[in-house]
């Protein structure tokens, strides 16, 4: 448990990441609902749900598998040096305790 420590766990992960895996997914369901519209016109409109309801069915598992490997990928393992790890959490406490040591 005391090895734990030596490691930080960093996600670098940002918008600009996901952004191109949101747009396709923008425009696979763009293209389903003008399918859609499309087939409204037809003698059965229920073609037309059973098409959007297919694509947003269809595409989600793959959406979300691309999300999750994304987000793993962009997760780190760094190693802290024990004088560092120190001078890190003396420096991460807030103004206000410390201000509030200074005074006590």
């Given at each position: 448990m005391n090895n734990l420590k030596k490691y930080r766990v960093v996600c670098t992960l940002s918008f600009g990441d996901v952004y191109g895996q949101i747009m396709i997914w923008l425009i696979v369901i763009f293209i389903s609902l003008a399918a859609a519209m499309a087939l409204m016109g037809a003698a059965r409109p229920v073609y037309a749900l059973a098409t959007v309801g297919l694509v947003l069915v269809l595409s989600l598992p793959f959406l979300l598998f691309s999300f999750v490997t994304?987000?793993?990928?962009?997760?780190?393992?760094?190693?802290?040096?024990?004088?560092?790890?120190?001078?890190?959490?003396?420096?991460?406490?807030?103004?206000?305790q410390q201000s509030a040591q200074a005074a006590s």
């Open positions: 994304t987000l793993l990928n962009h997760i780190e393992l760094s190693q802290v040096d024990p004088a560092a790890q120190s001078q890190y959490a003396t420096s991460a406490t807030p103004a206000s």
